[in-house]
């Protein structure tokens, strides 16, 4: 069973139960049927009913767990991919040229891990923290350091600066901020007239303005130091974030759709970036 449906919520198997059985009477048959067989969730979870209602119910994100949401979201981007010989690659605002990469897309996505990992970089995402370090810069003395987890130069910066297992970590995260940026909001990588909420909240981006392939080459690179740390082996995240170091351009195509499609504008509802 993929770690991923470990973290379904009681509300989320009675919403699925309730979406695909119009008969009450059946839905502890369908949840028993869950309980007996968890592989049978992978199955379940691909109906049409379920995806229909990702793609068009309005409030549904407040009704399920978010790791139920956008794991409906994910097989639906999927779904779309195997429909289509190409995906669009943004190339300017509002400008996407079809890239007939769609089977190397589907390769990378086989991948359960790397299908878990997507989704949980989306929760991720939801709420935003900040936190304080102190930085030992000589004996006694202590350099105070407010971080946001949605900056992505300041924590590529904290993963050069610091030891284990707290490099992992600045790593890490600097490189789910550039998978997500590229993958939700790549509006945000070109220059136009009106900037968004979340343009105006993260200083950081504007480095990267008309710079996505190298925030793209950034990402990877941050992925694959990430990989190679001891911290990365003992939490089994070492294979899969260099999976991701080596795919990240066709990572990113899923949650392109995701957010072309189904997202929207509501994705500035559902992701609040706070002010760094």
Not at 176 to 201: C, K, N, T, W, Y
Request: net charge neutral; proline share 5%; with cysteine.
């Amino acid at each position: 069973m993929r770690r991923i449906f470990e973290k379904f919520s009681p509300v989320d198997f009675q919403f699925i139960a309730e979406s695909l059985c119009e008969e009450e009477k059946k839905q502890p048959q369908l949840l028993a049927l869950i309980r007996r067989d968890p592989e049978s969730l992978d199955e379940i979870l691909n109906h049409e009913k379920l995806l229909k209602q990702v793609a068009l119910g309005k409030d549904l994100f407040l009704r399920i767990s978010p790791y139920l949401y956008f794991e409906l979201l994910l097989r639906r981007a999927i779904l779309d991919i195997e429909r289509e010989a190409y995906t669009l690659e943004t190339i300017g605002y509002k400008t996407r040229v079809p890239v007939f990469d769609q089977k190397k897309v589907l390769t990378v996505l086989s991948q359960e891990t790397v299908r878990d990992y997507l989704v949980e970089l989306l929760v991720s995402f939801v709420r935003i923290n900040s936190f304080t370090l102190y930085i030992r810069k000589g004996e006694g003395i202590y350099l105070k350091q407010n971080i946001s987890d949605f900056d992505l130069d300041l924590l590529s910066e904290m993963g050069r600066r610091v030891e284990e297992p707290y490099r992992f970590i600045f790593l890490k995260r600097a490189g789910d901020i550039a998978l997500f940026v590229s993958g939700i909001f790549p509006e945000q990588l070109f220059a136009h007239h009106h900037p968004s909420p979340l343009h105006a909240r993260a200083h950081w981006l504007r480095k990267w303005v008309n710079r996505g392939a190298e925030l793209e080459e950034k990402g990877s690179s941050l992925y694959r130091e990430a990989s190679e740390s001891v911290v990365a082996k003992e939490y089994h995240l070492d294979t899969v974030l260099h999976y991701l170091a080596e795919n990240f351009p066709f990572t990113k195509k899923p949650l392109n759709i995701i957010t072309d499609r189904y997202l929207c504008f509501r994705k500035y509802d559902i992701f609040h970036p706070l002010p760094n």
